[in-house]
């Protein structure tokens, strides 16, 4: 019997708070997200934060959110608020977005 590969995706939404815009922190989560299996995007708020959003296997999610915070970012972050969040099917790859 085949078992369905999305019972177990998760997805969840990350708000980054601190000196997180013009540090070239979207490009340097793009790359950390090269060695997950996870779709998604990050993207710059309004308010200076970041937002990312991540789908897929819940240990590839936890991953890649901790290899976040052992990275360089790491000096960059004041906070981060990690809200789970909807599947989204239309999501291929991981991408920036403005």
Do not use: W
């Amino acid at each position: 019997m085949d078992h369905c590969h999305c019972l177990t995706m998760k997805a969840c939404q990350v708000i980054y708070t601190g000196t997180v815009q013009g540090v070239g922190f979207r490009y340097s989560v793009q790359q950390i997200t090269a060695g997950y299996d996870v779709q998604g995007y990050v993207k710059n708020l309004p308010d200076r934060t970041v937002e990312l959003f991540l789908q897929g296997e819940e240990d590839e999610i936890q991953g890649m959110l901790e290899a976040i915070l052992k990275s360089h970012l790491k000096g960059f972050i004041k906070k981060s608020e990690v809200m789970s969040a909807e599947l989204d099917t239309t999501l291929t790859g991981f991408k920036i977005r403005q």
